[in-house]
């Protein structure tokens, strides 16, 4: 996943990895968009495990992030699938050209 990540065409930003978010740390991080890509393994269909992952999603989404979360056997079995999607939430389309993008540095 980190791969296909740096592969998409992002001038100006770039994804980071495990990125410290407040009381969490995210799969992937996109903070010119405020977008965080989670990763679920199998053990997040167990009940603790769903109940902690929706408490954080909201934390994120309350904080102004958006979240989008993608099955492991999803990015093994159709990564190109995973990236489009990404790459929509990125340009709002996978038509959409690539834009330069910027975030704030906080001082």
Not at 65 to 84: H, M
């Amino acid at each position: 996943m980190w791969r296909a990540l740096k592969e998409l065409p992002i001038e100006g930003s770039h994804f980071r990895r495990q990125a410290p978010i407040g009381p969490y740390i995210v799969d992937f991080f996109c903070p010119a968009k405020r977008l965080i890509i989670e990763l679920d393994g199998g053990h997040h269909n167990e009940d603790d495990t769903a109940s902690c992952d929706r408490e954080r999603q909201l934390w994120l989404e309350n904080e102004g992030y958006r979240v989008i979360r993608f099955w492991n056997s999803k990015i093994t079995a159709d990564l190109t699938a995973v990236v489009e999607r990404i790459y929509v939430e990125l340009y709002g389309s996978r038509d959409a050209e690539a834009i330069k993008l910027k975030h704030g540095r906080r001082k």
